[in-house]
Each structure stands twice: as C-alpha cells, then as structure tokens.
C-alpha cells in the first residue's frame, strides 16, 4: 500500500480541477503544472502548488523534476498530453513516485492501434479488416478509415469513399499525426457508415480483480470528435451489454490491466454486430457519464488502484440508475463548419436551475487561444429517464450567461431537442442525417426586443452612475425634450442587425419606446422592473424577460469590413458591448458612437483565413483555373487541418500567402475571381 498525500497532476484546465476535487475529498495536497499561456487560468490558482512549465505539458522531464521539487507522492495525468506516453509513466515510477494509471506495458501495447488490434483479436474479440498496406486497400474496402497508429481525439483520421482520393488522404493524415503525435505511422480501416461508438468503461486492481461499468454512446461527433456521450445506448439491451462488457473484461485480463480504462467498439446498427476499435489506457473526457448512472467515481477508484487497494466489489455489485447525458460546450463556429473561435469570456455565468453537472476549465475573463484545444466545459444531466436528462442538459445550456467567443451551445441545444435525438437514432452520421441547426436564427422581433433591453439597461446604467440630482427620476426634463435615441446593433447568424431605438420616459414610471429595425418599426410602453450591473427585469410589448446582463467597455472602431458593419460601424471589434442571456439565448449588442469616421471600402473577391494558424499548402498558382470544391490552400489550427476550397468555378487572381505562414483569423489568402456563369 502506498499511501498518497500529495498529487501532482500533470495536466491542465477542466480535468486538472476534476481530479483536484476528489483528491482534496480524500485528503490529498494537490500540485499543478502549468505553461506560460495557462498562468492566469483558474486550475493554477486552485492548486496548492503550482510549477512552471518553460517547456510545456509534452517535457515529460520537466514534469517529473516538479513533481520531486513539490514533494508530491504521485503523479495524475489526466488524459491527452502525456496520459498514453509509456516512457513518462516509466519515468514517473523511475523517481520513486506513484503512477496513477496502468502499467507501463499495458499502455504501451493499448497505446499503438496495430499492437491492440492484434491483442484484441488474441483475445476473442471481434475485428474489422485493415492493413497498414496502402496498396491493400482493395482487400480492406472502400469506404475506408485512414487512421494514426498512435494518439487519438480524431487527429490523424481521414474518410475515404473513392479510391482517386486515398493518396492525398494519406499524406495528411500522416501529416497530422507527425505534428500531433510525434509518429507518422497510419493503417486503412473498413468504415461502417451505419454505426453507433460504443465504449465500455473498464475498472481494474492490481490484484487480478476487473469489471466493466456498463457502455457509453458516443456516436455524435464532428471531425471525428465527440461532443454528446449518454450511458446507458438506447441501441444496447441487457443480452447485448453482458456480451460487450465480457468482451472488454477478458481484453484487459489478457494484458494485465489496472486502473481505468476502456474499451472502444463500433456497433454495426443494421446487423448489431460489435468490432474492436481501440483501448484508451487513461480517464476519458467523458467518463462523468459513467459516473452519474453508476455512482462510482472514477477518480477516487484510480487513486486506490494507484495506491494498491482492491477494488473490493465484483461485477454484481455495480449499480445502474437513470441516464446520463454529457454535452461539449466548445468555442467553435458550427455554422462555419465547426472551426475553432478565439477570443475573451467576457461571460460565463452557470444558471443555478436546472442543476447538472458542470466540468469547466474557465470562468468570466479567461483567454481561448489557440494553444489547446477549445473546449470551455462539459456539462452532465442525469435524470431517471433519457428525455428528462436530455430536456434537462438542453435548459442548462440555454440558461448558461456566456459572451465573448462564440460557441457552439445553440447547435447543442438543436441536437438534444431534435426528434432524431429523442428517438434514439444517434448513429455516427447524426449530423448529416439530422442536421441540427447550426446557429440562432433571430428574428426582428427578436432584434428589437433585444435593442430596447440594451437600451433600457444603458440609460439606467448612466442614470445610476450621475454625480448629482441622482435621485430624479430617469429621463426626468423640465421641459419636453426629443426622444433619447440609441443607434445599437444586434448580433446574428447572418450578421449584425441595425437597430435604432428611442425612447422617452412618461410620468407613470413606464417609457414610450420605438425600436426600427430594416423598414419595419415597433412602439410600446417599457417598464424596468428590475436594474442592477448583472441584471436587466423589462416588459416592453407585452413580454416580460428577465435578462443576466455583462457589459464590455471601449470605443466602437469604424469597419473596414462591410459584411461585419452596421452603420459603417464593426460590431466584432473592441467596443461597448453588452452581453444578454433572456429566455433561451444569449444575445450581444454593440453600442455603436453618434459620431465617427466614415466606413472605409473593401475590395470583393478576397478569400481570408477562417481562423488563426499556420499554412501547409498552397495548391493553386496565380492564373489557374479551378472547378467548385478544389482545395486552394490548406492550413493548421489547433492541432487540425482546414481546406480552403473553392466555392465556384473561378481563376485564381493572386496568392497572397506561402506554406510556414503565420497569419490572423481573417488574413487574405488569395483573390478569387469567380466564373461567369450562363445566366449571368
């Protein structure tokens, strides 16, 4: 037995304060590491102890050396960065410290896709076909999965249905697991397109003792990544869990393993059949699931196992109860086909009711940059039935206070309320089959009403703050003034909408309010009910909305952009700001400034960069002629590659950019001149 009181956990951002709360429930000192560009983040303030890291979370030498440095007894490390790396939990070990993880071996056999192919089938469980032979490719059948040996998280995969295709597939699927992994190798797997991802948590001692937790459903995901996880599937019934979770067991017996883990299959949803798909030898980002149905937390089971206990119950003695769902809350622009967002959290803000489960690496003022992965939080629902955990996870996200980046909550929302979903038909082409939305559609009713509420929170906010005769009623005049009027414009998916609001108060307390948005224009009384710096209670038309409200201060700046600008003014520039969540949506108006320069022009045909990152390729060359889908210029991003394609027929006018390129979100890449077509 090795007892363990102090814990350095060599990760960061939300599974860094997971681990942190049970290892302080069960006494433990906690250490966290951290990089230059997570120093201001809330994991580092909530550790005991915090160690640089100059090098970053990959120098496994560094991690090992402050873990000696800060008296820790054992090492956590959570899951990506270094949690697969068999030589850090050797090194770990090395030092006379406790790996919170399986042995070395065993991560080191689950950790090359291949080698755990092979233990898999060696252990009775059943295969798809593949090779590590491109030329084979016939022999394993299209469509086809160009995957990494190592590493996971969707990098390094590439679907390929036409054969013409498979070459470039394989370059840059080997391109990214190079950058991501530190290993090139890639192999061809046959691709089901009728699926569901099937994982079955594994739990295991180092007294030979191991159990299953029953599957989670991870079956909806973009680029191969998930972003909603539920235990139990609605596609798996008692026959069919006994014979997954056996399968599962007698894989981790065959390889000795301890600690948690699991075993990733694919279910064939027309014939239900189950192949193996790999094992991750770490905590999964969705292991919260397992945790709300059966009531084990899998933290506190790692850290016994780590310090040598028995498990000390057997597979009957695990309990199932209700269904839970998970959602990834990421910053990413989904109607942008899920690219990554930058950006500060100028809001973030759960809503106390419905109460869910909020894993979360942020808080209002973090920075999301392009060094890790987007993700700002999963959120966990667990109820007795599928539709109250669904119903439930859907209202939280709606009533989360969240400004500043964009994120994909509302295409969230879309999924967990859409009749595909609830009917249980999540199989791996959810979203093209489905098709959630991808962002809010506000109407101009929506437009004003979110207007007047800015409006009416601006003027109460300047009557609050005046030096004298503060105690006047708003708007109070001796004598009969013109309407104050407000110029604002309010955020949407198909860009910024103008709204011009004026409004006058009246002597019952209420205000005579216009709002005119596009040639349409609304009046009816205003009464606030309610005002305070985070708070906004206002009927106006009849409906009454109770707004959390944050306000972002500066200078609205002129636009060179026309599609970003309303009265010539940039509403995603720094500016007066406000941010405000209402019924079901959070909502940001800019404040734009009664006077200004007029807006510069902008010349059209100009393809600039979705986001920040840096350019691998460029394919065309200044006066080719391209057809509608040709990639033009490829580029990186968080760890990922993004194709720039044509939209149409068109000649390529000039290529502003070249391959090892560091450019901006919104950098011009080339001019495009497109093709006249027949009809003009």
Not at 278 to 300: A, M, S
Not at 360 to 368: D, F, L
Not at 506 to 516: N, W, Y
Not at 529 to 543: F, K, N, T, V, Y
Request: aromatic share 6%.
């Amino acid at each position: 037995m090795s007892a363990i009181g102090t814990l350095l956990v060599a990760n960061r951002g939300e599974i860094a304060r997971r681990v942190f709360r049970t290892a302080r429930a069960m006494g433990m000192r906690c250490v966290a590491v951290f990089s230059d560009a997570d120093a201001g983040a809330p994991f580092v303030a909530e550790a005991d102890v915090a160690v640089r890291l100059p090098g970053g979370y990959l120098d496994a030498e560094a991690v090992v050396a402050a873990a000696r440095a800060a008296g820790a007894d054992a090492v956590h490390p959570g899951y990506g960065f270094l949690a697969e790396n068999a030589g850090f939990a050797r090194a770990v070990t090395g030092a006379d410290l406790v790996w919170v993880g399986p042995a070395p071996d065993a991560i080191e056999t689950m950790g090359d896709k291949l080698a755990a192919k092979a233990a898999a089938a060696a252990a009775g469980v059943p295969t798809l076909p593949s090779s590590e032979d491109p030329a084979d490719s016939g022999e394993v059948g299209f469509p086809l999965m160009v995957k990494a040996a190592a590493g996971g998280g969707g990098k390094g995969m590439r679907l390929v249905s036409d054969p013409a295709d498979l070459e470039a597939a394989v370059a840059a699927a080997k391109r990214e697991a190079l950058g991501g992994f530190g290993d090139d190798t890639v192999f061809l797997e046959r691709y089901l397109r009728r699926c569901r991802h099937i994982e079955v948590q594994i739990l295991g001692d180092t007294h030979g003792n191991v159990v299953h937790l029953g599957e989670r459903e991870c079956s909806i995901q973009r680029r191969h990544q998930k972003i909603i996880e539920e235990s139990p599937s609605t596609a798996v019934d008692d026959e069919l869990r006994a014979a997954m979770g056996e399968a599962a067991v007698v894989l981790a017996r065959s390889i000795g393993y301890s600690s948690s883990g699991t075993v990733e299959l694919l279910l064939d949803d027309d014939t239900g059949e189950f192949f193996f798909l790999e094992v991750n030898t770490r905590l999964q980002v969705e292991h919260p699931v397992t945790e709300e149905v059966t009531g084990i937390d899998l933290v506190r089971e790692q850290l016994r196992v780590a310090a040598g206990e028995p498990l000390g119950y057997t597979q009957s003695d695990v309990p199932f109860a209700g269904h839970a769902v998970e959602a990834r809350l990421y910053a990413e622009d989904a109607a942008a086909g899920f690219l990554p967002a930058v950006g500060t959290l100028a809001a973030f803000a759960p809503a106390s009711e419905p109460p869910v489960r909020w894993d979360s690496g942020v808080e209002a003022g973090s920075t999301v940059g392009l060094d890790f992965d987007p993700m700002l939080a999963k959120v966990i629902a667990h109820a007795p039935t599928r539709a109250e955990a669904a119903g439930r996870l859907a209202l939280a996200l709606e009533r989360l206070h969240i400004g500043g980046v964009t994120t994909n909550r509302h295409f969230l929302v879309s999924a967990l309320r859409s009749e595909a979903f609830l009917a249980g038909d999540t199989t791996t082409d959810f979203i093209e089959q489905a098709d959630p939305s991808r962002a809010a559609a506000l109407p101009d009713t929506g437009c004003q009403q979110a207007a007047v509420a800015a409006a009416m929170w601006l003027q109460a906010a300047e009557r609050s703050e005046a030096p004298t005769l503060g105690w006047m009623p708003s708007g109070w005049r001796h004598g009969r003034l013109p309407p104050e009027r407000a110029e604002l414009a309010v955020a949407t998916a198909a860009g910024p909408v103008g709204v011009i609001v004026s409004y006058r108060p009246q002597r019952d307390g209420t205000f005579a309010v216009r709002a005119e948005c596009g040639d349409g224009a609304t009046e009816a009384p205003a009464r606030i009910a309610a005002w305070s710096p985070e708070l906004l209670d206002i009927e106006w038309d009849g409906r009454r909305v109770r707004y959390a409200v944050t306000a972002e201060g500066g200078q609205a700046h002129p636009s060179a952009h026309a599609a970003d600008s309303v009265f010539g003014y940039a509403v995603t520039a720094e500016g007066d700001r406000l941010h405000l969540t209402g019924d079901s949506e959070t909502v940001t108006v800019a404040v734009l400034p009664r006077f200004g320069a007029p807006e510069s022009g902008q010349a059209t045909g100009g393809f600039a960069a979705p986001m920040p990152g840096v350019i691998v390729e460029v394919r065309v060359e200044p006066g080719e002629q391209v057809a509608a889908g040709r990639t033009l210029v490829v580029m990186e991003g968080m760890k990922m590659e993004h194709h720039v394609s044509a939209p149409c027929d068109g000649t390529v006018a000039e290529v502003l950019v070249a391959p090892g390129d560091q450019i901006d979100n919104g950098t011009p890449l080339l001019v495009f001149e497109a093709a006249e077509t027949p009809d003009g």
